[in-house]
């Protein structure tokens, strides 16, 4: 509960120095004035200098310590018990985001209505791609439109798996509105090669998490309503998609009104006008949030995209995307479940080891490239 805000702290008293003026030169009589002024001088030179120095090194230590950690933590809710930060976390995590200018609350409390799907349309789309592959399971993947290579790095991975215990599985990933002409040619030639593109016209940002999750909502309900299960996963995440199999084909899990990952509750909302997570009153007035499954990797019967979509017209947007989604299964009577095994929605796995990889169904990675090494490793025979 406390890393997070320590480093807050930490952060905001960086720049604390700053009021600590040095010292004035002792001045005697019998010394003549000139050169106690040159020394007084030379003196506040070296105090600047080494105070500069020292708040560089701090600044540099402290941004580097809290990139590692937003690294492996990102959502709030890792941070809070923090704990997580990925989103995909990663995606937008840059550290200075902590400080984003509180404007954008404004923004976002005026046009609190924009979260919902319905106003907006797609512009890179895969319209027939489920009744051509009639999947049993949808993986859905937010995005930003730069990060090409965890596009790759998933393709090349989980994202690969079409076929998993005889049944169908399909993968897309779904990206904003950012950047010029150029990044769209780029994307659209992406898209060409690939045809796993879904793009709608929203900003793309980390404040609009909650569009991006109502669009992949909206897409499923409206592109593929014949699939059995969905997962909203971040592209920072390792899916063992056997095991998720293995979860979603068992007797006992439901078929309706589903949805399971890593559950949270209790959890308090974020009053702190700095942090990233923050959430105006006007937004969402009560205290804590509704019980709700962490962002990094959500799975769904896919009765719920429709309802969720149904649901999002009457719940206020906010900006915390996994919590919203949470508040639209209250208004629906929708209890989240726990997994049979909760240790196999992991947030961090810690030091690798490969029977882990082997038992969990997901967890956060570092980088793509360890998305790639660690899935040779796990499906090397034995
Ligand atoms: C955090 O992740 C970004 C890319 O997601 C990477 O460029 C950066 O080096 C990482 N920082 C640390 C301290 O691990
Ligand atoms: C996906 O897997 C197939 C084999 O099933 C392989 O031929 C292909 O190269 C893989 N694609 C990528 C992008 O790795
Ligand atoms: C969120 O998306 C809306 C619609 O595209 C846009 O008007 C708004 O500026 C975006 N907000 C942020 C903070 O990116």
Known sequence: MHTYQDMEVKLSNRNGWKSLGPDTAPHRCHIK?????????????TVVTYVSEFSLK???????????????????YVVI???????????????????????????????????????YHFILDEPDKCSQLDPFLVLMVPVALHQV??????????????????????????????????????LEEESRQHRDLVQSNFVDSYFNLSIKTM?????????????????????????????????????????????????MWDRPVIRNKNSKWYVAE??????KYPMYLLGMGYVFSNDLPEKIVEASKKVKAFNIEDAYVGACLKQLGIAPSSPPDPSQFRAYLGQYKREDFLRVITTILGSPQQLIDIWKDVKRPT
């Open 282 to 287: 006007e937004l969402y007035p009560e205290p």
């Open 33 to 45: 004035t000139g050169f106690i002024l040159l020394l007084a001088l030379v003196f506040l030179l």
């Open 215 to 263: 669009v992949i909502m909206d897409w499923l309900a409206t592109r593929c309503p014949q699939a059995s299960y969905a997962m909203k996963i971040d592209s920072d995440m390792y899916l063992n998609v056997e095991n998720l199999m293995s979860l979603l084909l068992a007797p006992n899990t439901p078929r309706q009104n589903y949805i399971t990952g890593n559950l």
């Open 58 to 76: 701090t600044a540099l230590l402290t941004d580097t310590f809290y990139e590692k950690v937003l690294n492996q933590t990102r959502s709030y």
């Open 149 to 186: 290579d965890a596009r790759n790095a998933i393709r090349s991975t989980w994202g690969n798996e079409s076929s998993v215990q005889g049944k169908a599985v399909l993968t897309l990933f779904l990206v904003g509105l950012t950047g010029g002409p150029e990044a769209q040619q780029q």
């Open 81 to 119: 018990e923090y704990p997580s930060a990925s989103e995909n976390p990663t995606i937008f995590l840059a550290p200075n985001r902590v400080q984003q200018s509180p404007t954008q609350t404004t923004d976002i409390s005026v046009h609190h209505h924009v979260a919902h799907p319905s106003n």
